[in-house]
């Protein structure tokens, strides 16, 4: 399992780039045409340069499409992005890479925005590149306009944040909502991401939305799972009356787990966040070479943060390979080493430790979004701190897991 673990990860990187992503929807070009098609729709870190779009799902014929050549494009019941071309801001915003003074500093560009929301009176759009995040929007019959957002180091290193575009919201509360106090707080109290400024839009428009949140991909779900653990137990020392020997116990035991999915694009599903806890026991048993019996009972509790990118991505079966670090609680019973020879019984003749770390390799299939069948290979990893001597865990195991998602 192991030699197939290091296959995959060799394969990954021509197939990430290789793969494509064909989902129904459409193009209007600048003449005010619409063309129906299929979009490669990819999970985007930054807002797309140019697209991928073909007539039919089968065809080998490849249309490729920027801002300069249509005005709009649409993922079907997923993502809707129009051209824009203007001035947009330059300065950064990210700390701790941000400008020492105010940097008002804009350029002219032809970029596509993102639609997050819409409705009766707003339209809220959002633009990525490798500079910053941007947030435009639109008032129904006049221009998009990019909400005016500052990060800035003083004359004495002290961060200065300026936030022009809670005045350009209150511009419009006041227009359309009769100065709502409740708006104006939410506004004033309103970070500038993604969360806040849409929550605000909506609030303006009456709550209405451009693509139905009840057709709108869920960006979490949960799971439970459960499997069979294969656990070689190794016992190593370099010292002492065993120099240089080494012993093993192979033993099968039960795994439950449970946990929850985020995915960085909730329409895609290619890229996700996984947080598992699990349940496992061993109960390894070793034969020194001196006829004694080492013996001990390891209850684990897991929690393991993961990266899971499907490498094939459709709705009704995907393959994934997944990484991620185990952090690892253990408590023990029956540590203890039998003289066979005196019939002695030493109590704890080591220490193993509470706290340890593992590393989990994983792929798996997913089918209808429902059901998943995992093999996880997780590398030997000590639990003991002795110069000369360890006790360690090497695992490979096989499990389901049920997916909540809709």
């Known amino acids: 399992m192991k030699a197939y673990f290091i296959a995959l990860l060799i394969a990954l990187p021509s197939?990430?780039?290789?793969?494509?992503?064909?989902?129904?929807?459409?193009?209007?070009?600048?003449?005010?045409?619409?063309?129906?098609?299929?979009?490669?729709?990819?999970?985007?870190?930054?807002?797309?340069?140019?697209?991928?779009?073909?007539?039919?799902?089968?065809?080998?014929?490849?249309?490729?499409?920027?801002?300069?050549?249509?005005?709009?494009f649409e993922i079907s019941g997923m993502d809707r992005y129009i051209s824009y071309s203007g001035i947009v801001s330059m300065d950064k915003t990210e700390f701790p890479?941000?400008?020492?003074?105010?940097?008002?500093?804009?350029?002219?560009?032809?970029?596509?925005?993102?639609?997050?929301?819409?409705?009766?009176?707003?339209?809220?759009?959002?633009?990525?590149?490798?500079?910053?995040?941007?947030?435009?929007?639109?008032?129904?019959?006049?221009?998009?306009?990019?909400?005016?957002?500052?990060?800035?180091?003083?004359?004495?290193?002290?961060?200065?944040?300026?936030?022009?575009?809670?005045?350009?919201?209150?511009?419009?509360?006041?227009?359309?909502?009769?100065?709502?106090?409740?708006?104006?707080?939410?506004t004033q109290r309103s970070e500038f991401r993604q969360s806040d400024l849409k929550k605000i839009v909506d609030k303006i428009n009456g709550y209405s939305s451009g693509i139905s949140n009840k057709n709108k991909a869920k960006d979490s779900r949960f799971f439970v799972g459960a499997g069979i653990n294969y656990t070689q137990a190794l016992f190593d020392n370099s010292y002492g009356y065993l120099y240089y020997e080494s012993f093993s116990d192979a033993k099968i035991s039960p795994k439950?787990?449970?946990?929850?999915?985020?995915?960085?694009?909730?329409?895609v599903q290619q890229t996700i966040l996984?947080?598992?806890?699990?349940?496992?026991?061993?109960?390894?048993?070793?034969?020194l070479s001196d006829g004694s019996i080492y013996t001990f009972n390891q209850y684990t509790i897991s929690l393991a943060p993961q990266i899971l990118f499907n490498v094939y991505n459709k709705n009704a079966f995907k393959v994934y390979i997944d990484g991620g670090v185990s952090f690892n609680l253990s408590a023990y019973s029956n540590n203890k080493m039998t003289y066979v020879n005196s019939n002695y019984v030493e109590q704890s003749p080591y220490q193993l430790e509470p706290y340890w770390v593992n590393f989990p390799l994983q792929t798996g299939i997913v089918i209808n979004k429902k059901i998943e069948f995992a093999l996880t290979y997780t590398g030997a990893a000590a639990y003991t701190k002795y110069f000369g001597l360890s006790v360690a865990n090497r695992t490979m195991s096989a499990g389901f897991k049920y997916l909540f998602s809709r």
Do not use: C, M
């Open 274 to 287: 996984r947080a598992e806890v699990s349940i496992s026991y061993i109960n390894p048993r070793f034969k």
């Open 15 to 72: 197939v990430l780039f290789a793969q494509s992503n064909y989902q129904p929807g459409y193009v209007v070009k600048t003449n005010g045409d619409t063309l129906k098609g299929y979009i490669d729709y990819r999970e985007w870190a930054r807002t797309p340069k140019s697209i991928q779009f073909k007539a039919k799902e089968a065809d080998k014929n490849i249309q490729e499409f920027d801002p300069n050549t249509i005005k709009a």
């Open 97 to 186: 890479d941000v400008p020492v003074g105010l940097d008002t500093s804009k350029a002219s560009s032809t970029i596509f925005l993102q639609q997050v929301t819409t409705g009766k009176y707003l339209t809220l759009y959002y633009q990525k590149d490798d500079l910053k995040g941007r947030f435009f929007i639109s008032e129904n019959g006049h221009p998009i306009i990019e909400l005016r957002y500052y990060q800035y180091y003083s004359d004495d290193n002290v961060i200065i944040e300026s936030v022009p575009y809670k005045g350009q919201f209150g511009y419009y509360i006041n227009l359309y909502n009769a100065g709502d106090k409740n708006l104006i707080v939410t």
């Open 256 to 267: 439950l787990n449970a946990g929850f999915d985020v995915f960085v694009n909730p329409n």
